[in-house]
């Protein structure tokens, strides 16, 4: 496993973090209220302590017991290790020491005493920190003593406390340690076993070549999160198949329509230099090569401008401008009228509705549909060129129809029409290129609008283009 880009190494290493982060902050808090639980419990034993020497000094044979038995009474009032006692008298008699238990001679605290009939509390202590480093904890206050008044000091060291929470910060840090530990192996395994899904899924991928377009992956145990991801991939793979195919299509159409002028140039080159010939006949032979190769720039062209509108987004770029469709539509029967009249033909326009496009595109487009329309036209039928504008559900649309009486089509072939190479006459293979219909779509695809067959009344076919009709669209 790859840890600079997999994904369930960074995840069990920020679970991890996370958890002894949290483990930490965990431990801080416990560790908080346990020092202050044993700051408590060793404040109130402290003034336990005061509560007891009071009441012992104010017995009536400790005066005595203090003159002729010092040391015994020393060893009755310690009670326990790191406790440090003074007994001092009163200033009015000298402040003498009259009893010292501090083996280490410490400095006590000089603070003034608690008087003498106040009840001792937790916010009365001080605390500090000795020399050496040992927590220390101590106030003073005022006894009787017999008949006179003394000064208590008492202070209390806890070495063992420090120890103690020394060694309970140790097993926080461990403890946090081993929870991230813990967390980062089941996260790693929990990740791992997630992922499986995602493993399987690139095993499929990886399966997935030209050859074998057709397979889809399957999502029948994918996560929820990762199923809309399966379903854009297996639309992607329809459309990469279906693109596949078309263009394999289209590689043998294009062979197909090159196979034919290109043998036809051979042929007459290889008939014209089989013997001399004259003068004349020569110029008929470069007279008809003319119009082969005439007829593959054509082709030629229209495969660039194709790929052009296929694979540049010229949508919303286009020079546009407004132009009148009656007058575009009047343009093209004109130009058209003498090729119709050859074959018996009216051109008829109809209507008028404003068009935002680019001239020379949209002319290209119309002259495309008429010249189809021409050469498909029942002799002495009519060719009607309409335009109307209708309501969109984007807004205004102008739409512009060519409609002609020409041999009767089936439904299932009027959507093929405006694919490359296709003829719905196979008899018809030397008349145009079968690129115009496709160059009409291409033009309006451009223009954000689209282009249809359908068939009217008595077999007639129409060719409708709609598109936007301002520059709003």
């Known amino acids: 496993m790859n840890r600079s880009t997999s994904l369930g190494w960074r995840l069990g290493v920020s679970v991890a973090l996370v958890a002894a982060l949290a483990s930490a902050l965990l431990g801080a808090c416990l560790y908080r209220s346990f020092e202050q639980q044993l700051l408590r419990r060793d404040d109130v034993q402290l003034l336990g302590k005061l509560r007891q020497l009071r009441q012992l000094l104010g017995h009536s044979g400790t005066p005595e017991l203090l003159r002729s038995q010092a040391d015994y009474l020393r060893d009755t009032m310690s009670g326990e290790s790191n406790a440090l006692i003074e007994i001092r008298a009163d200033a009015a008699a000298g402040s003498a020491v009259l009893l010292a238990i501090n083996p280490l001679h410490l400095p006590l605290l000089e603070a003034p005493p608690l008087p003498l009939r106040q009840e001792p509390r937790p916010e009365h202590l001080t605390h500090w920190t000795t020399p050496a480093g040992v927590p220390a904890a101590g106030l003073n206050a005022w006894a009787e003593l017999g008949a006179q008044r003394v000064e208590i000091r008492l202070a209390r060291l806890y070495p063992e406390r420090s120890t103690l929470l020394a060694e309970y910060r140790w097993r926080i840090a461990g403890s946090s340690l081993a929870a991230g530990g813990v967390a980062a192996a089941l996260v790693l395994a929990l990740v791992w076993r997630g992922l499986a899904p995602l493993r399987r899924l690139r095993e499929q991928t990886a399966g997935i070549g030209p050859q074998s377009l057709s397979r889809r992956l399957e999502a029948a145990d994918v996560p929820g999160e990762v199923k809309p991801l399966v379903d854009d991939v297996n639309t992607m793979l329809a459309r990469l198949e279906q693109g596949y195919a078309q263009l394999n299509q289209f590689s043998a159409d294009l062979a197909h329509e090159l196979r034919t002028p290109l043998a036809t140039l051979t ?32 082709m030629v062209d229209s495969l660039l401008f194709l790929a052009r509108s296929e694979h540049e987004a010229l949508i919303g770029r286009l020079p546009r401008q407004p132009l009148s469709a009656a007058t575009e539509l009047a343009r093209q029967a004109d130009y058209f009228a003498d090729l119709a009249e ?29 010249a189809n329309a021409v050469r498909h036209a029942r002799p ?72 249809e067959a359908t068939l009217r009344e008595r077999g007639r076919i129409a060719f409708v283009m709609r598109w936007p009709a301002g520059p709003t669209a």
């Open 380 to 451: 002495g039928s009519d060719i009607v060129l309409s335009a109307h504008r209708e309501a969109g559900s984007a807004g205004p649309v102008t739409v512009l129809a060519v409609t002609n009486d020409g041999a009767p089509l089936p439904a299932e072939v009027l959507p093929r029409l405006f694919d490359r190479f296709y003829r719905a006459d196979a008899s018809r293979e030397g008349a145009g290129s079968g690129l115009g219909l496709a160059l009409v779509r291409a033009i309006l695809t451009l223009h954000g609008g689209t282009v």
């Open 267 to 298: 042929g007459q080159t290889q008939v014209t230099l089989s013997r001399v010939r004259d003068p004349a006949d020569y110029a008929q032979v470069l007279e008809a090569q003319l119009q082969e190769l005439e007829r593959l720039n054509r």
């Open 342 to 370: 050859e074959r018996g033909l009216h051109l008829r326009c109809e209507g008028d509705a404003p068009l935002w496009a680019e001239p020379a595109m949209l002319r290209r487009a119309l002259a495309n549909l008429v």
